[in-house]
């Protein structure tokens, strides 16, 4: 089976056969023993945020782009020789990752250019982030937004953690919308990252939000890059 | 679970006005709890309680207060205890319950629906599929446990938080976007108090120090103040004993449409 997974003929539409697809990626990754991945279609998917993942999973042929894994425990995403000093908590779980019914949380996948220092991360607002009524909350607005930008500074300057995160919220995001949140790293100084970010619809016409944020690097010693899987 | 029922009989109360009574170090309620409740001699049960340690007696009164609510047809509030907060919580939610009782501060309800905060909810139109963001999460004291207390004359709102297991950011840590929320919310009470129907326009967080799960910290806000639609307020985050800092920020909200007297999130 190849890396994209999928052996049968889908009679279905274009929807369900990447649907199919991830199906197919996820068993064969726990038949190997491995956290499931949610970074990947379900069928909560709207048609909106399928051809957006396909568009962005096009860039990844070429290399300079690259789909980042999702797993709903912190621990899976620290590389094995970090994960010594934790003592795995069964019973947590990553906030992103904490709605169990499909589609009612955080719908996301995160892809990393590494040569641009940009993340861009696909998300969908599921029913239960709701803030003002038929929006999501600005709350949940600020988390996918640290994630993404803290991903975008764990790939630039390996463990970190949040000092500032500064956002203007725009326009509310409809719950079941499609947004696109890009964020880059503007400037490294010292331990110091600087980056911004911003959200926005599928078709480029609404800006939802603008962030800025100072990330600071926690190991001053470990002067090379973490291949850290990210958030 | 049953009540120690003593006083008068209570005249009914409106809808979501129900206060939790404040329970002493003995254990044993102060005042007349079927005053304090508001709610008809009959609905309740005529057990004698057991209960003698305070933490186990405040969660059996609220219990019987959630009861009673749903009896009346209301929904659940979920601003009481309940089996999982911390004895730090639990005495940080009496000692505000206490300063609830000169009026001068009000305990928040908090429900899982945000049309259960909005008086007039009729120009919405109710989607029972969705749930108000940091009601989320079902399992009891996995999420967001929380509870808001309002000064009106201070322009104060503060949130008594517990963060749970399922908020985990870095490894024993709460998320900093959960922290975000917690805050976000907490200052949005209080411009709501203030100045009505308003929408977070910037929310600017300064991280000190990380939150353990399971801590329980203090979100003190208010508002500083309003200029023809803005509302600008601040904020800050501490641990129950005052020692650490954990987060500072800066909010501004922008009034949405026609002032009106919203309840709380």
Redesign the interface.
Same mark, same amino acid.
């Given at each position: 089976m190849g890396p994209r997974g999928g052996i049968s003929r889908c009679p279905c539409g274009r929807k369900l056969l990447t649907v199919c697809l991830s199906r197919s990626i996820q068993a064969a990754g726990s038949q190997l023993g491995q956290s499931k991945d949610y970074a990947l279609p379900n069928a909560s998917w709207s048609q909106d945020m399928l051809d957006l993942y396909n568009r962005f999973l096009d860039m990844t042929k070429d290399g300079l782009w690259k789909r980042i894994p999702s797993y709903n425990?912190?621990?899976d995403h !620290?590389p094995e020789s970090m994960k010594l000093t934790?003592e795995k908590?069964k019973?947590?779980?990553?906030?992103?990752r904490? !709605?169990d019914a499909e589609g009612?949380?955080f719908e996301y996948v995160m892809f990393l250019n590494t040569s641009e220092k940009r993340v861009v991360c696909l998300f969908q607002p599921g029913?239960?982030?709701?803030? &003002?009524?038929?929006f999501? &909350?600005?709350? #949940?607005i600020?988390? !996918? !937004?640290?994630?993404t930008i803290?991903s975008c500074a764990i790939s630039v300057a390996g463990k970190v953690?949040?000092?500032?995160? #500064?956002?203007?919220?725009v326009n509310?995001v409809p719950?079941g919308s499609v947004v696109l949140v890009d964020s880059k790293a503007d400037k490294v100084e010292g331990r110091k990252v600087f980056l911004s970010c911003k959200m926005q619809s599928v078709d480029g016409n609404t800006l939802h939000a603008e962030a800025t944020a100072l990330f600071i690097q926690l190991d001053a010693t470990k002067a090379q890059k973490q291949q850290a899987s990210c958030q």
């Open positions: 425990n912190i621990l !620290i934790y908590r019973d947590t779980r990553l906030f992103l904490s !709605i009612a949380g029913s239960y982030l709701e803030g &003002h009524p038929g999501a &909350h600005g709350g #949940s600020a988390t !996918i !937004i640290d994630s803290g953690m949040t000092a500032n995160l #500064s956002i203007d919220y509310p719950l």
